[in-house]
């Protein structure tokens, strides 16, 4: 038989204060709204621009808030597909991406490796320092006279022009994520033995990695852009060549290149996302 409770006390315990719950998401800082709701929210914005751009250019071209010569409707920019020669969207996209990707890829390999380099000895990046700040600072189109003089006006020219273009922001941004690394892992590796290249290659870039594979991500988008700068010189396939064309044909060519970039820029990084989620599941924040 249980003890009797002492005279003046309740005669049952009283029940445990429930735990406060968190706030919702659209009320806190800094807290990632659940994946359906991000998707939802990025289709409404598209959905807000395509309905504004309906509505500024809905109806007869005399009766539209803005001029079809300077903004067509997206009706029009969808049938200027027609208005271009048999094969020549598909072919522009591959011959793109191609120049795109041996450009970038070789600014992606010098860019890590002596990003890694510099960000290990601060030394080098110091030396590094002013010609990086040069190169991130000076106007992309300045970039096509130079290479042109030094690369001729093929395709070699085109790689190049990517790589000047992306390498210094490629070079810069590796560099800042080796030295966010944090010290006590570093300090770990000196205390069991670890010479100074097992350190950068088995502590500093893997868990540098996943940033600079972001970083690859998103100017990777910057250099897809960048290609139609150069296509027009010499060029008889690329989405710059096309819009270089949109002259003779009427500005929707223009603005269905610039969508068509767009597209192919936010599907690449779509799978890099994902493949980057896959490889580094332990990140959460990727």
């Known amino acids: 038989k249980p003890p009797e409770a002492p005279a003046g006390s309740s005669a049952a315990a009283e029940p445990a204060p429930a735990l406060p719950s968190a706030p919702p998401w659209y009320s806190t800082l800094r807290v990632e709204p659940p994946a ?7 289709a409404a914005c598209v959905a807000l621009v395509f309905a504004v751009w309906w509505f500024v250019t809905r109806g007869a071209a005399v009766d539209r808030i803005i001029s079809p010569n300077k903004l067509p409707s997206p009706g029009e920019v969808w049938d200027s597909i027609d208005k271009l020669p048999d094969g020549a969207l598909l072919d522009g996209i591959f011959a793109s991406l191609g120049r795109v990707g041996k450009g970038f890829a070789l600014a992606a390999l010098v860019g890590v490796t002596f990003g890694v380099i510099a960000g290990s000895f601060r030394a080098i990046a110091a030396f590094f ?14 970039l096509i006279p130079v290479t042109l003089l030094f690369f001729g006006i093929g395709e070699k020219q085109k790689m190049m022009f990517i790589f ?16 966010l690394v944090p010290e006590r892992y570093v300090e770990t590796a000196q205390t069991l033995g670890a010479s100074r290249f097992q350190i950068i290659t088995k502590v500093l870039f893997p868990l540098a990695l996943p940033d600079i594979v ?7 988008g910057l250099a897809f852009g960048y290609i139609a700068l ?4 010499n060029i008889h396939a690329g989405l710059g060549f096309l819009i270089n064309m949109s002259e003779r044909r009427g500005s929707a060519v223009a603005y269905l290149m610039l969508f068509i970039i767009a597209i192919l820029a936010f599907l690449f990084d779509w799978l890099l996302r994902y493949l980057q989620r896959y490889a580094f599941h332990y990140r959460k924040d990727l």
Do not use: C, H, K, N
Request: charged share 10%; glycine share 4%.
């Open 230 to 233: 150069t296509e027009t010189i």
């Open 36 to 42: 359906l709701m991000r998707y939802a929210l990025g």
């Open 164 to 179: 000047f273009a992306t390498a210094p922001f490629v070079f810069s941004d590796t560099v800042r994520t080796i030295a």
């Open 214 to 220: 972001t970083s690859l991500r998103f100017l990777f």
């Open 129 to 142: 320092q002013p010609l990086v700040i040069f190169g991130r600072s000076v106007p992309i189109s300045a």
